[in-house]
Structure formats: C-alpha cells, structure tokens
C-alpha cells in the first residue's frame, strides 16, 4: 500500500532521567511524516501546509539533512551508503517536528529508509541540539521487520545534545516499524545502568485541513513550547544540582553508524572466541594477555 505523501502522527513523549536522581515529565506531541520525493504532493494535501514557504504548519528541507537547502535524498544516500546500504530505488520518509507558524526546533528527526520492494532496511536518527548543532546516528535493519514489529539498535553517544549530561556511553535504540503506530525508545546508557530514556509513542492520522487545524492550529505556540519545555527541564535539573557539563567540540563526522541488537551478538561471539583462544594459548601462561579487550557485560 503506497502511503500519502504527508501523514501527522499524534501522540506523547515521555523522559525519564535516572541518575544521578530521578526526574521524569512527559506531554502532547505533533509530528509530520513527509516523503522527501513527493515534496510537492505533500504540499497539496492542505491549504494549511507548505514546503519552503510560511503557512500554519511548514517543512523546510534547510532545516534537515545538509541544512543548506540542499537535496535531501543526496544526504541521506550519503549517511546510508556508511552503513552499507543502498537505498537508490526505494523511498525515504522522515518524520519530523514541523514548523508551526514559522517556528521550528526539532530534538529528533527518524529517516525510516525503503528498498525497491518498501521493505524498511535502514534508519537515520536525526539529533538536533539547541547550540544550532546536528548529528545523525545512521543504522540497518536486519532481515524483513514486519509492520509494527521492533528492532534494537547500539551505538556509541557521538554528539552533546544536554549541558547536563556528558558525551559519555552509548544509545540502545528501540524503533518499530511504523504503521499505524510509532513507537520509540532511546536509552542513555552508562557504566552498569541507564541514565536517561525517552520515549515517544504515536498514532498515525491523515494530513487534510481539518486535521492539520484540529492538531496545530488550537497549539499555535506548540513548536515554541518544545523549545520552552527543554529549557525549564534544564533550569529544573540546575536547581536540583545536577553537574553542568560545559559544550565539547562537535564531532569531525556528521554521522555515525549504529549496530543492530544480532551484528552486536556476533561481534561478541567473536570476541568471545578470540578470548578463549587467549586463554588457551601457551605463550599466556594460563592468562589474558595484558591489553587485551574484555567481553562487553550485557546491557
């Protein structure tokens, strides 16, 4: 079934940070999911919506990928092409926080990437800071993961997203893959524990007038609020002593490759072969050769 070139998807967020004390908040989200091929198909599903121009609810492709106005599809190709993907026949949809009354700031943006036969192969995760910074976290998806169906991604934490929270430990991501339902989680892992997770659960709904008016135009100031709401949760956690950690230079990449939950389990198989063979081999004397990598504990 070929979806429309632009869909809403409604629905909450939730953050949970554990360490190094508990806080959590959650609260109404608006997103979009726009084929980047279709842009102007996309367009024309209401009058309440444009591409590249001021209205309600907008999208603009400077906002995303190369964020130079520049094609997305190039970007995109280019940060799955590192993960060893060619996607050249299949369609790219993104969703994203749009801009709602010309005002925009999106933490997450999920390019969900499609082979000839629209079987989901990869994902971008598209991170966003409020410094004007970006990083993408780009992965494959093993095998055929039916519609709605989960698949858990690692990778190492690349990219400064909170002055209260260091570039430390890696992201367990957990996606679906989208029908009707979004599902979304990202973990913060550290050391022996987790952090901080977020999650973000929605439905999908049609992108006509009366649905656009219905979601954005009674939360005119929603977009700035996403805004507002990361900056009380800061002052929040400042009030509360959390260590202020102060913005580290970005990363040399723009992106960097994730590994799916069975590419990890190989690697570890691996490892623990290699391990063993340390173990056995007479020049150790009966030990691990100083230097030599530990297997990973499980997450």
Known sequence: MK??????????????????????FHHRVAMIEIDIDRLDDAANSSA???????????????????????SLRDWAMQRYDEAGLDLADGSIRLVTFPRVCGYGF?????????????????????????????????????????PDARCTQYVPKAFHVSPFMDVSGKYRFTLNNPAEKLRLIIENLAGEGRWHSASLLARRRSANAFSILKHFGLRPFAAV???????????CLWMRGAVYHSRPTPPNSPSTVTETASQKANRRTLQ???DRKLFRSPHTDGCVEAGSHKPETCS
């Open 3 to 24: 979806l429309d070139a632009l869909s809403l998807w409604i629905g909450r967020t939730a953050h949970v940070r554990e360490q190094p004390f508990r806080r959590a």
């Open 48 to 70: 309440f919506f444009s591409v590249n121009a001021f209205n309600l609810v907008s999208f603009h492709t400077r906002d995303h990928g190369s964020r130079d106005g520049g």
């Open 106 to 146: 999106a933490p997450i943006s999920i390019w969900y990437g499609y082979d000839a036969g629209n079987t989901l192969k990869g994902v971008i995760y598209e991170v966003h800071n409020t410094f004007g910074e970006s990083h993408a976290y780009v992965g494959s998806i093993d095998g055929t993961l039916a």
């Open 225 to 235: 609020g996403v805004t507002a709401a990361i900056h009380w949760q800061a002052m």
């Open 272 to 274: 623990d072969e290699h």
